[in-house]
């Protein structure tokens, strides 16, 4: 089968297409004929050698690509799946998704038919509102009427918190940008309001019970005084910066704050048994409209193209790869 691999540390020049044999599922697998497959800024950080000193990352050569929905080809013993069912996937482990097949834990794979979401917006989505979803459950419990702050609120993960917090009971949820003229575009997202990250002085005296930080570097700093006591930042990416900054011990003690990371296909590798629940739970989201982000959908032959988006910050929502029918 066609895959498309990161054979070095480089630009999207480094994608290049292999031929590689077609996985057989095993007990409580499932093989899928990819049809969507979504490109997140890890792709793109593995590829540029951005987590290179890391253990856990990834390295080269992969198939990068996380998410994937498609149809099942095969399925293995006690999958729970028939040949032909449309599926989109949580975060899988491995990567690989940016091929003709995929091979996936059943517990990671979610049915599609009739919940009216197309697979596009199942493949750029799903994932990452279940992320959300576990991070407000099991790493942190978002309390009763709680005040979120999301920063880099335009991106992939973040533009999902405000719909899964007021699911939970949040009673509002400000989103950050960099810059004035994405303010509108994130008022879209759901977001009660969206003030600048470089002028967190505006929000004055305010506190927030969870801050949801996928940014990192210097904002994250700044960001630790507006916890309210008690309060607890989630960790959940560094998009915004190659350096991870330290967080001064004794002010989060002294405060009675925290700091809390979650990485999600870790902790889904683990254990996947929370996966389908927090799916089953937010999958309404899409179905009643609640959220539909949006999607530029790109031919698998352009997967460089899109790395090459990414990479120039030209990226407007999720980016998604496409194979022919």
Known sequence: MRALSITRYGGPEVLEEIETPEPVPGPGEVTITVSHASVGLIDALIRRGTLAEYDYAPKPPLVPGLEVAGTIRAAGPGSGFSVGDEVVTLTLPGMGGYADVKLA???????????????AQ????????????????????????????????????????PEVARLLGAREVVGTVRRPEQV?????????RVVLSG???????????????????DLRIASLDLLAPMGRMLVVGSAGSETAPMVDSNAVWGKNIGVIGFNVGGFLAADPAPARPAADAVLPLYTD?????????????????????????????????????
């Open 105 to 119: 834990p059943a517990a990671l794979v979610v049915p599609l038919a009739g919940t009216g979401v197309e697979r």
């Open 122 to 161: 199942a493949v750029a989505g799903l994932a990452n509102t279940v992320t959300a979803y576990l991070s407000l459950t099991e790493a942190v419990r978002l309390p009763k009427d709680a005040r979120v702050l999301v920063h880099g609120a335009l991106g992939g993960l973040a533009s999902v918190y």
């Open 184 to 192: 509108e575009a994130a008022k879209q997202l759901g977001f009660d």
């Open 199 to 217: 002028d967190l002085g505006e929000l004055g005296d305010e506190r927030f019970e969870i801050i949801v930080d996928p940014v990192g570097g």
């Open 289 to 325: 409209g609640r959220i539909r982000l949006p999607v530029t959908v790109l031919p698998m032959a352009q997967a460089r193209e899109a790395h090459r988006r990414m990479d120039a910050g030209e990226a407007v929502g999720r980016l998604v790869l496409a194979n022919p029918s």
